[in-house]
């Protein structure tokens, strides 16, 4: 099975600290990458997709370096409400059946 | 406009018993799949499809069955419930299934097989 994997975590940071989350991925004919949030006991929300560019969403910046299978996120001045578990998707082929997500990295803001 | 939603959101079940975990979706999405999240475990392809009519096997299917009647509706069906399949079964769906397409995943059925 092809891997992704990441950070094993938990991350405890204070309230305004910034935080980066890092994923490889085994198999580098990958097509297209994302973050995902989980927070606990809900469903997963697509928080980002990755490119090779690099792409910003106001506090997140998301990289991505194809030559060293190497996905990260980055979240600066972190809030409560970032608390989640923080999952690396990678798609391998063309289609949703070759989706592989990390296990996940916890992320617990703290007061 | 109500995404994805999975039906029951708990079930407790018996070994050996079977039952049906229900996913509709209205975004007319053509992909669909099923997913079992374990702890420890990131989620586990069970089974997908790219449109009515189509489906495969995913990473983890033995045990499962699937159907796609119409492009709203995805059920999965356990056949014979295993103290193993206690788990988080997530259903999502993506327009095309491409790449570059996120998933929008329903809120879960949390499964006990006692």
């Known amino acids: 099975r092809k891997e992704v994997e990441q950070d094993p975590g938990p991350f405890n940071v204070p309230e305004g600290a910034t935080v980066a989350f890092n994923c490889t991925y085994s198999n580098s004919a990958s097509q297209s990458f994302f973050w995902y949030r989980q927070d606990c006991r809900k469903e997963p929300k697509l928080l980002m997709s990755v490119y090779s560019s690099g792409n910003e969403d106001g506090r997140f910046t998301a990289q991505l370096n194809r030559a060293s299978q190497y996905i990260s996120l980055l979240i600066r001045d972190s809030k409560l409400s970032d608390s989640a578990t923080y999952l690396c998707v990678v798609n391998e082929g063309n289609y949703g059946q070759n989706f592989v997500f990390g296990p996940g990295t916890r992320l617990s803001v703290l007061p | 406009n109500a995404g994805v939603t999975q039906t029951p959101k708990f079930q407790v079940l018996k070994t050996g018993q079977s039952m049906t975990l229900q996913c509709a979706q209205d975004m007319n999405h053509e992909y669909m799949s099923w997913y079992r999240q374990d702890p420890g475990m990131g989620l586990r392809l069970i089974h997908y499809?790219?449109?009515?009519?189509?489906?495969d096997q995913g990473e983890v299917p033995n045990g499962y069955n699937v159907s796609r009647s119409t492009t709203e509706d995805f059920p999965l069906r356990l056949l014979s419930a295993a103290p193993s399949q206690t788990s988080v079964y997530f259903c999502?769906?993506?327009?095309?299934?491409?790449?570059?397409?996120?998933?929008?995943f329903g809120s879960g059925t949390r499964l006990t097989v006692v």
């Open positions: 999502a769906s993506s327009l095309t299934g491409g790449s570059g397409y996120g998933y929008t």
């Open positions: 499809s790219v449109g009515a009519g189509i489906t």
